[in-house]
């Protein structure tokens, strides 16, 4: 066992340093940026001391970070321009009305900006507390490199996120647009193991309308979740549409695991694009398999985060270190 752990350590480590031979912006991150830049501060001990506090008492704030780094990343690249405020920004554009966590983003920048003013970006922000705090829920250590600066631009036409009915296809196509391969985006989605959804997300497409047909029950749901959601969680009601469900077993959502995989094989994904991925044929099927079966999703899901986090950053004298997150400069 010790030597399974150390192997992986390695590979983690490895995997790391080839993601630092990239050319460009990525070529000016580097692990400790900040070291010697915030007087006798240490900055990523700041950024860790308060997401564990807010951990502490918000043990939701985990799954709302890595859902904020995925909607930042995704959209021009790890680059702040989800944190601004404003008519017409990226905040306000659909997908992103329901993300949270920009309020733990905002406290650690006010203190990081108490003890060392105009040095650490917003975008680095976001991607050191995401790191912590899936380091609380389970997450193998890891390092991330930074050094980004905050681009100045934040526009809600720029938002095209994937939708929750996507086929593995599909998925996959968004994710190589991303540069991320098709593991890449089966290891980010397990995200979903600390994740909620709302009976509105399914209620039409999996419940009572499924492929446009009323009445219809999308048959990859396996029978008993049909039987408890429509009796109990979803009923076809307008009430029922805020009630709450969990993407994994509610024991789950506080540990970033496998069990989301395990859920995928017994039909049990409450998302369509989450059960698609074990759908008969698909070509994501053996890594849910693979991933489900083994320990390697503790070591590929940091792997899959660091290069969500190193899409399209910008780095020395491009864009500014915002004074305030949610506005530029």
Known sequence: MALAAQTRAVLLVVAISVLGLATGGLAQLKNGFYTGKC???????????????????????????????????????????????????????????????????????MELEKRCPGVVSCSDIEILATRDAAALAGVQKYSVRTGRRDRRRSSAADVKLPSEEDTAAQATSYFAGLGLTQLDMVVLLGAHTVGVTHCSKIKKTRLYSYGGKTGATDPSLHSDDVAVYKKYVCPNTASSDNNIL????????????????????????????????????SSTKWHVDRLANTDHFSWLFPQALIKLSEINVLTGTQGEVRKVCSRFN
């Open 246 to 281: 969990y993407l994994d077993t509610q024991s789950s959502v506080s540990r970033i695991d496998n069990s989301y995989y395990k859920r995928l094989q017994g039909r049990h994904g409450v998302l369509s694009v989450d059960q698609n991925l074990y759908a008969n044929g």
């Open 39 to 109: 007087g006798a501060n240490d900055v990523e001990t700041i950024v860790q001391g308060l997401v564990k506090t807010r951990v502490g008492r918000d043990a939701a704030i985990v799954a709302q970070l890595l859902r904020l780094q995925f909607h930042e990343c995704a959209i021009n690249g790890c680059d702040g321009g989800l944190l601004i405020d404003g008519p017409g920004s990226e905040k306000t554009a659909t997908p992103n009305l329901s993300v949270k966590g920009y309020d733990l983003i905002a406290t650690i920048k």
